[in-house]
């Protein structure tokens, strides 16, 4: 019984300094997936913000446009009201692209008025820019705005004392303060702004996306042919890449295992024929045999590593590229944030795109640092690795540092492992830098 107390005993102390010491990991991994969430939110209806705008502006050319085709004279401007919506339908499924799973475009819509009105795609994109210009824009008007006056409200008490006595203590426009107890409580409105963004910015972030997501995208009635053309191009990319593979695989054995073995055992045979009469010389032969097999096992090792990586099974995601991070000759940073594993390998291509980035940075690139952000949502896995070098990296399509895409490593390698995954890939590196490379890959199952 006394030892049954000395146990509880302990539990409660154990307890006690949870209460008493560091929060709890749970609370500190939601408190930061919702500030990520939150965060990504804002981003995103900022971003929606600037389509918005552009969204009300075509939408008056298109009233413009109607009412001066009564006299004739709109006629004229059809073609290019046309190829602005067009454009901007376009831009806003790169935008969502960015924040999710891809909108799958359409046909490309016809540009004529008399086609362009019996069109379902244009019809789509119509609907959609109505919504976009109104709904759209009053989100992202209050996504900027939220964050403006949370800040605002949050420090007042530092601003109370330079400000004028009959201002406004509230970003709402209403009350002054006269005291500290009142400009504190203005900071307590700014803590309700901020819990407001918590709250409902993923909501509206979604809300302001779903009208794009579900008008933009190829309808029932699209014709299949270009996408059946994509999935077979991708599907040969798949085999080539595996036939690739399969190469670099035969030729690793070939030109380092094996040569290596074929040394241990000449080593072996010399040293068994010299035993009896010189021992010594043997015992040296023996030395460079067990030496040349050391070898051949760690290249064995690097080869069956490179297939599967086994630090993937042992470490998920996240721990394997903060190995590679670590391993890297620039300074990295890791985000990683897949709360879900994906297909083990969709895993494996995230791996080897990021070794291969990262390779490159260190040799081609003069950065000073890099950074790898993983994120997994909405059934797909996004891939975002950036450095600070000089940037031209795929300006005459190069990879991040390499001699170009037809060099059969860097950009044209990572291309294939992602494009048989039906992924996509996209390359930004202006002279300077910084350069970004990003993934998109389905998770798989």
């Not at 006629?75 to 499924?93: D, F, K, S, T, W």
């Not at 900027?144 to 420090?155: N, W, Y």
């Not at 029932?220 to 798949?238: G, Q």
Request: hydrophobic share 45%.
């Amino acid at each position: 019984m006394a030892i049954r107390d000395t146990a509880a005993d302990e539990r409660g102390d154990e307890r006690g300094k949870n209460r008493g010491g560091e929060p709890d990991a749970g609370l500190k991994d939601v408190v930061v997936r919702a500030l990520g969430a939150a965060g990504g939110a804002v981003g995103q209806l900022a971003s929606g913000l600037g389509t918005a705008l552009l969204a009300l502006l075509v939408l008056a050319l298109l009233a413009v446009t109607a009412v001066t085709s009564l006299a004739g004279v709109g006629l004229l401007m059809v073609p290019a009201v046309l190829g602005a919506l067009h454009a901007l339908a376009g831009r806003e499924r790169a935008r969502l692209a960015r924040y999710g799973p891809e909108v799958v475009a359409p046909d490309p819509p016809p540009m004529r008025l008399r086609s362009a009105l019996v069109d379902s795609t244009t019809r789509r994109e119509l609907r959609w820019l109505v919504r976009h210009a109104t709904l759209g824009l009053l989100l992202g008007l209050i996504g900027v705005l939220l964050p403006l006056v949370a800040v605002r409200d949050s420090v007042f008490p530092l601003l109370w004392p330079f400000a004028p006595e009959d201002a406004t203590a509230t970003s709402l426009g209403f009350g002054t303060a006269q005291s500290w107890p009142e400009a504190l409580a203005v900071s307590l409105l700014g803590v309700g702004w901020i819990a407001i963004i918590l709250g409902l910015t993923p909501g509206m972030a979604r809300l302001q996306a779903g009208p794009g997501r579900r008008l933009l995208a190829a309808g029932p009635d699209t014709d299949l042919s270009l996408r059946i053309a994509e999935l077979t191009s991708t599907r040969a990319a798949a085999l080539d890449a595996h036939a690739t593979e399969l190469r670099r695989i035969e030729r690793s054995l070939h030109d380092g295992t094996q040569n290596r073995l074929v040394t241990v055992t000449v080593l072996l045979g010399a040293a068994r024929r010299q035993v009896a009469r010189d021992p010594a010389g043997a015992d040296e032969l023996l030395e460079r045999a067990q030496s040349a097999a050391e070898q051949a096992l760690a290249e064995l090792r690097t080869v069956s590593r490179s297939i599967l990586p086994p630090v993937l099974a042992d470490r998920g995601l996240a721990g394997a590229l903060s190995g590679l991070a670590a391993e890297c000759a620039v300074p990295c940073r890791t985000d990683v944030e897949a709360p879900e594993r994906c297909a083990a390998s969709v895993e494996a291509t995230a791996y080897f795109v990021v070794a291969e980035a990262l390779t490159n940075i260190a040799k081609h690139s003069g950065a000073g640092q890099a950074a790898v952000t993983v994120r997994a949502r909405g059934g797909r896995l996004h891939l975002r690795v950036e450095d600070d070098g000089r940037g031209e990296a795929g300006g005459t399509s190069q990879a991040i540092g390499t001699g170009g895409e037809n060099g059969g490593s860097g950009l044209t390698g990572i291309r294939r492992r992602v494009a048989a995954h039906d992924g996509t890939l996209r390359l930004t590196s202006p002279a300077g830098g910084p350069t970004t490379l990003e993934v998109d890959l389905p998770c798989g199952s």
